[in-house]
């Protein structure tokens, strides 16, 4: 009976739009519908398991354009069997504390990708450096740059973000003409929405084959990445 449904559901929703392509006349819609209705009444659970199959499903896929958006920075094997995503503001100062975890895990492990996500939310400061680090992607001096900011304490000032990126050997002229693109405003948007989606407008925000840890605490991250990796080994042993 529940495959029934489910087929029901699939012909009266998923079908096409246009009335030519319709399975079922009116009436037939309104009987099909008494039933599922009906069904769903006397059998909740099945209700429940197929809103918990699509949070899943949805999880799954968001999980997918997180860690594999050509646009982000990263580093790490393509195909790590690990990946840890980081949304972060270059004016948090527990994105500043977790950087050298972040060091750490990219010195120590040919297992893991690291994939950086610019989330400004602090400051106007936060928003330019966040817009001038994208921006100077395509020279390839990305975690050069990253490094600076994040490392830098102090008014994080226009002529300290040109300084920066001068001593991180990107040319300036280019990375500021770049900045404003409707590209960067758009990834910028992108990254934002995708952070509250997952109901978290703090920073940072690390979220590690698929599981949230927020903010900066080096033993929660230790636990979690400890566990990815066990995971891990398990999914390869099962092949």
């Not at 940072?204 to 066990?230: K, Y």
């Amino acid at each position: 009976m529940a495959r029934l449904i489910v087929c029901l559901l699939f012909a009266l929703f998923a079908a096409p739009a246009a009335s030519s392509a319709q399975s079922f006349n009116a009436q037939e819609q309104a009987e099909i519908r008494a039933v599922v209705r009906d069904y769903l009444v006397r059998n909740p659970d099945v209700l429940r398991e197929a809103l918990d199959a699509l949070a899943e499903r949805t999880d799954a896929e968001r999980w997918q354009r997180m860690k594999s958006d050509p646009r982000d920075f990263s580093v790490g094997p393509a195909n790590a069997p690990i990946v840890i995503v980081e949304f972060f503001d270059y004016r948090c100062p527990y994105c500043h504390a977790a950087l050298d975890w972040i060091e750490d895990v990219r010195r120590t492990r040919n297992d893991v990708r690291i994939v950086l996500k610019e989330f400004p939310i602090l400051s106007e400061a936060s928003m330019e450096a966040a817009r001038a680090n994208i921006a100077a992607m395509p020279q390839g001096r990305y975690w050069a740059f990253h490094r600076a900011l994040m490392s830098f304490r102090g008014e994080l000032t226009s002529q300290r973000i040109d300084q920066l990126a001068r001593q991180s050997g990107i040319d300036v002229p280019r990375m500021r003409r770049a900045m404003n693109s409707a590209e960067v405003t758009r990834l910028l948007e992108e990254n934002r929405a995708m952070a509250i989606d997952m109901g978290s407008n703090a920073t940072p925000l690390f979220i590690i084959n698929g599981e949230q840890v927020e903010g900066f605490n080096a033993e929660r991250l230790d636990a979690r990445l400890r566990e990815a990796t066990r995971e891990a080994r398990e999914r390869r042993a099962q092949r």
